[in-house]
């Protein structure tokens, strides 16, 4: 099962607010990775974490990887009709060897104008 | 680099009937993952390869799904025979494998829908 807790589920937004969105875990992970996946596409790379307390930005998203090593969170700044999405946090876990990513259950971004 | 590359994007088939979903990954990686995603259970793993060596299978349903990776350029998951239930976007990743960089690339999934 699914051992990434992620929030909120889903998010009705303005043109112009900005959007936040965490994952939070019982486990510690080495790795956090943000998705992004439109309707009938995979899911696209955001943005990869590595470090406990790494804070890292691509254009309007900023996300960063929780001192603990429990959870990480996602923010876009300034939302604009194609942040519309599902968003999807994604770990490593110390305990795995092998690069198994576990995926929180994503948070679906509706941007109205 | 073309990214991970999935055929056919769209399968119909009957029940009962036996499904191949072809997986190309990004040439260099050496870790390729099999996903399943369905709105009751979101993304789940099925099976992922190291160095074409099956590591876990653990999330593979039942006999009825096997998957193979005969080169590092090529993997396959087949799904004999198919149910209604089987429905539900598949989706291949990559990526460089073990160590810190991890990060896994996906394709554009196959949409299987099983009448």
């Known amino acids: 099962g699914q051992q990434l807790n992620q929030s909120p589920q889903s998010m009705f937004i303005q043109e112009g607010e900005d959007v936040s969105m965490n994952c939070t875990s019982s486990s510690i992970f080495n790795t956090w990775l943000w998705y992004k996946q439109d309707p009938g596409e995979g899911p696209v790379l955001l943005i990869a974490l590595y470090k406990a307390g790494e804070l890292t930005s691509n254009g309007r998203l900023t996300a960063q990887f929780g001192i603990t090593r429990k959870d990480s969170f996602l923010n876009i700044s300034a939302s604009i009709p194609s942040d519309v999405g599902i968003y999807f946090c994604a770990g490593i876990m110390t305990t795995d060897s092998w690069g198994k990513l576990q995926f929180g259950a994503g948070t679906q971004v509706v941007v109205t104008p | 680099d073309a990214g991970v590359i999935q055929s056919p994007r769209h399968e119909v088939t009957e029940m009962g009937q036996e499904v191949t979903l072809r997986c190309k990954p990004i040439?260099?990686?050496?870790?390729l993952f099999w996903y399943r995603q369905t709105m009751m259970r979101g993304l789940e793993l099925l099976i992922y390869f190291n160095n074409n060596v099956p590591i876990d299978d653990s999330g593979m349903p039942e006999d009825r799904f096997s998957a193979k990776m005969p080169n590092a350029s090529f993997s396959t998951l087949k799904i004999q025979p198919s149910e209604p239930r089987d429905s539900a976007v598949y989706f291949c990743a990559s990526s460089l494998g073990v160590g810190l960089q991890t990060e896994a690339f996906f394709g554009q999934g196959t949409r299987l829908t099983v009448v």
């Open positions: 040439s260099g990686h050496n870790s």
